[in-house]
C-alpha cells in the first residue's frame, strides 16, 4: 500500500490531544488505557516522541504510536505514569502505545508507523525501542521485527505482558 498518499505521518500537535485521549480509550480497555491527565502531560513533555498518522482525506487521526526516551534498559510500569522519568538525551524508547482506529487496522499501517518511527528515532541517535504486549501481539511484534525477552516486570492493568525490544542501531 502507497501509505504516503493516503497519510501523514509526523509529530503530534498540541491540539490534537483530545483525538489522542478519545483513540487511546477506543483502542484500549479501560483498566490498560492511558489516562487523559497522563496521555497530555506525555504530550506537553515529549511530543516528539509521538508519530501520529493523519487520514489526508479527513484531516483527523488515525492513530498513533508513543513513547518516552530515557537511558533506562527495562520496562517498568512507572513510564507510564511518570513523566519525571523521560529522559531526552536516553538512547532507548519505552514505548507506551501503538493505537490504530479499528476502522484503518489490517492495511499494516500499525506495521509502517513502527518502520518510521524505529527510522526517525534511529536518525537521533536511539538505540533500541522496548515495549510490553500482551500474549495474543507476540507475533505481530515478532513480524515487526522485535525479539521476545519473556514475560515482562508489569502488572499494569492487572494483566501478564512480555516485554520485547527492537535494536534499532
Keep these: ?25 477506543i483502542c484500549f ?25 493523519m487520514d489526508r482525506k479527513t484531516g483527523r487521526l488515525a492513530g498513533f504510536l508513543n513513547g518516552l526516551s ?20 536516553g538512547g532507548n524508547i519505552m514505548l507506551l502505545g501503538l493505537d490504530v482506529l479499528p476502522e484503518y487496522r489490517g492495511q499494516g499501517l500499525a506495521r ?3 518502520r518510521r518511527y524505529a527510522l526517525r528515532e534511529k536518525e537521533k541517535g536511539r538505540r533500541k525501542l522496548i515495549l510490553t504486549c500482551l500474549d495474543s501481539k507476540v507475533s505481530m511484534y515478532l513480524k515487526f521485527g522485535f525479539t521476545d525477552l519473556g514475560i515482562a516486570n508489569s502488572t499494569w492493568g492487572g ?10 542501531d
Design 1 to 25: 500500500m502507497q501509505f504516503d498518499d493516503r497519510f501523514e505521518f509526523r509529530d503530534i500537535k498540541i491540539e490534537e490531544s483530545d483525538q489522542a485521549v478519545a483513540i487511546e480509550q
Design 70 to 89: 530515557t537511558k533506562e534498559s527495562s520496562f517498568r510500569d512507572d513510564f507510564f505514569t511518570d513523566i519525571s522519568l523521560y529522559d531526552k538525551e
Design 29 to 53: 480497555p479501560p483498566n490498560e488505557a492511558c489516562s487523559e491527565k497522563c496521555m497530555k502531560e506525555r504530550i506537553g513533555a515529549a511530543s516528539e516522541l509521538f508519530m501520529v498518522v
Design 112 to 114: 509502517e508507523i513502527v
Design 159 to 168: 494483566e501478564e505482558w512480555h516485554e520485547m525490544s527492537y535494536l534499532i
